[in-house]
């Protein structure tokens, strides 16, 4: 079925301070600042635009799932395991907490990481097909 809706434009993080948020998502993400002021930052990256909204200290995007473990919102495909392994690595290089890769009895394998204020992100070994047809990525 198609849809009228084509794509997210735009995610919004909640940060305490968006300077330093920035600064962190620049540093160990690659992002792009396109904006920034004392009540926000916007960021281009992912081929995404964030929006890292200054918030109340101890926000985080993220809720309980139905065992009461605090579970990730939003998770990053890369292209394959070794991209997967090499993400993870750089991260853990740069000082970010991440979590093991794991096997979660789907195809490809994730792990999860943390940014500076506490938002839990997870990262997938699989590109979406859609994805790779339209930015004509070689799908061995």
């Known amino acids: 079925m198609n ?7 735009t995610i919004y993080l909640p940060v305490e301070n968006p300077e330093l948020a920035s600064n962190w ?5 690659g992002a792009i600042e396109n904006f920034r002021n004392e009540e926000k930052a916007i960021l281009d990256f992912a081929n995404q635009s964030f929006f890292l909204v200054k918030s109340q200290k101890g926000e985080k995007a993220a809720f309980q799932d ?3 473990k605090e579970h990730f919102f939003l ?7 070794e991209d ?18 794991e096997d979660r ?18 990262v997938w070994s699989e590109l979406s097909p859609s994805f790779k047809e339209k930015y004509l990525i ?3």
């Open 3 to 9: 849809t009228i809706i084509h794509r997210v434009g």
């Open 25 to 29: 998502y620049q540093e160990k993400l």
């Open 66 to 68: 139905g065992k009461d």
């Open 75 to 81: 998770t990053f495909e890369v292209d394959g395991i």
């Open 84 to 101: 997967l392994k090499k993400l993870h690595y750089v991260l853990m290089e740069k000082g970010v907490t991440v979590g093991d890769i």
């Open 105 to 122: 009895g789907h195809p490809g394998n994730n792990f999860v990481f943390f940014d500076m204020d506490g938002n839990k992100f997870d």
């Open 138 to 140: 070689s799908q061995d």
